[in-house]
């Protein structure tokens, strides 16, 4: 379903966040006889929603309200966080009323062509913004949207570009219905397990962006264990096309007819001592690198593979000048009396907290973590503490856990300790770190049991850090 067609239709959405109030726009400008006719909430909104979503006559509906009322839509406009498995939507497509997102919305309206689309449960958001960066840095045009950048929407009031790089949730995943020309995946492990009811099914919609209509290539981070298996079946040790860095296949990719570019793996874009290389020949030295971290140069190495299937090659190491990271994710805060404090506030799974301590090597680490209690796996993240000399100093809700994990490991009691919050957490690192170490946010944990997000999660992380130091 394309945005254009619901020109006349009867429209019902479900949340009113940035991608609907975006969608409501769009809707108001250019489809006038289109309208807005409900609007679904989990809890009663703001009185001024109908404003936001410029639909004065839009039915509010709440509860055992939704499903008669949807019912009666011609389309369904759900935001990103409303789940596709949820009863009410479940049967609401079973009586034949379309569901849809406003990101698919406007990839159906622009087509795949050009689009590079970026997934994985972590790096997407960094890896993304270094895909934009560079292409301008080649020089060509780029826009970016999706959960960076703006709404996608919003594109169609901006000029066409070369290169769109499209930053995809699994929850846009799950019912998108046109894919990027490419599509890129950083790595695959457990998160999100009570959007998709299960880890299985979490995989198999991150998995399906490969398989869309429009797809041509499937990037694909070699080194990732959670990829293994879609992976495997490729040569990665085979020659390379020039720009592309793409392994020959020696089987189809899960099936899907997509050309296959596998980087973090010999004869492809690499991580060679902490820079990137690509078919062995260095390219940028780690310290020529805008981020930290081996796993934000391997981000950079996705990003340069995806770009080459685009026929976008920009020159290393000057495309990287200018670059800045996003917000809270490896963010040096402060640094007093030679201890650098770090919000890594974006890192909510044990996997993306590993990484995170891999940056600082050679370095004393006390480590804050965490927080929403998802059934996290720690069990691979407490040894490597415990052999790592990191202190660790754990905050409600999953910190406990996490701490005693770390004791089993082999961890002394006084290296691991409670804090009741974050604030106490900040004082106990203030007092334990010694000059030349780390203090490093990265909670293992989302944050929604004590912060509205990890955004906000980590502006207090500084608050504390800026009263503190």
């Given amino acids: 379903m394309r945005f254009s067609g619901l020109d006349g239709a009867s429209v019902g959405v479900w949340g009113a966040g940035r991608e609907i109030r975006s969608f409501a ?47 009666q839509c011609d389309v369904i406009v759900r935001s990103p966080g409303v789940s596709v498995y949820r009863p009410e939507l479940v049967e609401l497509r079973a009586g034949g009323i379309p569901v849809t997102t406003a990101t698919s919305l406007w990839l159906a309206e622009h087509g795949p062509d050009g689009v590079l689309g970026v997934t994985g449960t972590k790096g997407k958001s960094t890896t993304a913004a270094l895909a934009h960066h560079l292409a ?27 290169v769109t790089v499209l930053e995809l949730s699994s929850y846009h995943i799950a019912d998108l219905q046109t894919g990027p020309q490419v599509a890129l995946i950083t790595n695959l ?13 979490y995989r198999a919609d991150k ?4 398989g869309l209509p429009g797809v041509r290539a499937a990037v694909l981070n070699g080194r990732d264990p959670g990829l293994a298996d879609t992976v495997r079946g490729f040569d990665t040790g085979a020659a390379t ?30 991580v060679c001592d902490g820079g990137v290389a690509f078919d062995g020949e260095s390219l940028a ?74 940056s600082f090597p050679g370095r004393e680490v006390v480590l804050i973590a965490g927080g929403q209690d998802r059934g996290q796996d720690y069990s691979a993240l407490a ?41 106490g957490a900040v004082e106990l ?4 770190a010694s000059a030349g170490a780390v203090v490093l946010l990265s909670p293992a944990a989302p944050s929604f049991d004590h912060y509205r997000d990890f955004e906000q999660r980590g502006e207090r992380f500084a608050e504390l850090v800026r009263a503190v130091s």
């Fill in 136 to 162: 301008q840095a080649a020089g060509v045009s780029a826009r970016l949207a999706g959960n960076i950048g703006v709404p996608a929407l919003e594109l169609l009031d901006a000029p066409d570009a070369h």
């Fill in 383 to 423: 040894p490597v503490v415990v052999a790592g000399g990191t202190r660790l100093i754990g905050v409600p809700t999953t910190g406990e856990r996490l701490v005693v994990a770390a004791r089993e490991a082999g961890m002394p009691g006084g290296r691991a300790l409670l804090a009741a919050d974050l604030a």
């Fill in 207 to 210: 998995l399906r962006l490969l």
């Fill in 241 to 270: 096309v020039a720009s592309g860095s793409r392994p020959r296949a020696v089987d189809d990719l899960l099936d899907y007819a997509v050309e296959p570019i596998i980087y973090g793996t010999r004869g492809s874009w690499d």
């Fill in 285 to 358: 030295s780690a310290e020529e690198l805008p981020l930290l971290g081996q796993h934000n140069a391997l981000n950079l190495c996705g990003a340069l593979a995806a770009l080459g299937a685009l026929g976008v090659v920009p020159e290393l190491p000057e495309a990287l000048g200018g670059f800045r990271g996003l917000a809270h994710r490896l963010q040096a805060v402060a640094e007093r009396d030679g201890v650098l404090w770090v919000d890594d506030s974006i890192s909510t799974t044990p996997e993306s907290t590993l990484a995170a301590l891999a």
């Fill in 429 to 432: 690192a203030r007092e334990t």
């Fill in 189 to 201: 492990f457990r998160e999100h397990t009570e959007w998709h009811r299960s880890e299985g099914a």
């Fill in 25 to 71: 726009a769009q809707l108001a400008r250019r489809l006038p006889t289109a309208r807005i006719v409900a609007v679904a909430f989990d809890a009663a909104p703001a009185d001024d929603v109908r404003v936001e979503l410029s639909a004065p006559q839009a039915r509010i509906v709440t509860g055992a309200e939704i499903v008669p009322a949807l019912s």
